[in-house]
């Protein structure tokens, strides 16, 4: 009773909700785009994902995998996709600011979120799981205990096994296949549990506790 757990969800009021660019919208129109936004760096599985589209590209000729942000990963992200032969099936894209992220998001099949499992991810949920939840897509994680556990308990995709690259492709196959409604699931989960008008009226009680003390 001494505890108060406040978690880093969405704010649906304000998150991505900026008119779409028509020329991102059209660029991307024939293509199943799986989309990654975030910081690029060793730790967030992200190899994973390129060497998964390796197996994927054999099945689904107009997938996309779309990287977005900056980090120290990319130039390794780049060079594992050069040596598979991946360029036409994996673009990477500068930070384009969250001014510009309702476009991409609104091309994206499917988010990717490829934080592996180990100590850190099985106790940490990223903030961009609940922002992927809240565009009604389906999302793809690896199975970091975390970030599995509201994916379970939400319906709102699917977990591919950590260091398998055929398993993600695998699964992306699964979701794009499957009759379940995997992105109304986590926007009806964002919208009763995993948003910020919840979670900051927490942090308000939190406050007047200590207040009354």
Same mark, same amino acid.
């Given at each position: #009773?001494?505890?108060?757990? @406040? =978690?880093?969800?969405?704010?649906?009021?304000?998150?991505?909700?900026?008119?779409?660019?028509?020329?991102?919208?059209?660029?991307? #129109?024939?293509?199943?785009? /799986? /989309?990654?936004?975030?910081?690029?760096?060793?730790?967030?599985?992200?190899? @994973?994902?390129?060497?998964?589209?390796?197996?994927?590209?054999?099945?689904?000729?107009?997938?996309?995998?779309?990287?977005?942000?900056?980090?120290? =990963?990319?130039?390794?992200?780049?060079?594992?996709?050069?040596?598979? =032969?991946?360029?036409?099936?994996?673009?990477?894209?500068? $930070?384009?600011?969250?001014?510009?992220?309702?476009?991409?998001? *609104?091309?994206?099949?499917?988010?990717?979120?490829?934080?592996?499992?180990?100590?850190? $991810? #099985?106790?940490?949920?990223?903030?961009? /799981?609940?922002? !992927?939840?809240?565009?009604?897509?389906?999302?793809?994680?690896?199975?970091?205990?975390?970030?599995?556990?509201?994916?379970?308990?939400?319906?709102?995709?699917?977990? !591919?096994?950590?260091?398998?690259?055929?398993?993600?492709?695998?699964?992306?196959?699964?979701? /794009?296949?499957?009759?379940?409604?995997?992105?109304? *699931?986590?926007?009806?989960?964002?919208?009763?549990?995993?948003?910020?008008?919840?979670?900051?009226?927490?942090? @308000?009680?939190?406050?007047?506790?200590?207040?009354?003390?």
């Amino acid at each position: #009773d001494k505890i108060y757990l @406040v =978690s880093n969800t969405v704010d649906l009021d304000t998150f991505a909700t900026e008119p779409a660019d028509e020329k991102i919208i059209e660029k991307y #129109d024939d293509k199943i785009v /799986l /989309l990654y936004a975030g910081y690029v760096t060793p730790e967030r599985g992200l190899d @994973v994902v390129v060497r998964g589209m390796s197996f994927l590209k054999e099945k689904l000729t107009n997938a996309k995998l779309l990287i977005i942000g900056n980090g120290i =990963s990319v130039c390794s992200l780049k060079k594992i996709s050069d040596e598979l =032969s991946l360029n036409v099936f994996v673009e990477f894209i500068e $930070w384009p600011g969250h001014d510009r992220l309702s476009s991409y998001f *609104n091309v994206a099949k499917i988010f990717i979120s490829p934080q592996p499992q180990c100590e850190f $991810w #099985d106790t940490t949920i990223p903030h961009k /799981l609940f922002e !992927y939840m809240s565009k009604s897509k389906p999302v793809l994680a690896a199975d970091s205990k975390a970030i599995k556990r509201v994916i379970d308990e939400s319906g709102c995709g699917l977990t !591919y096994k950590s260091d398998n690259p055929e398993d993600f492709s695998n699964k992306v196959l699964e979701i /794009l296949s499957s009759n379940i409604p995997f992105g109304e *699931n986590g926007l009806k989960a964002v919208k009763q549990t995993y948003n910020w008008e919840a979670d900051s009226q927490v942090l @308000v009680n939190l406050y007047q506790d200590l207040d009354s003390r």
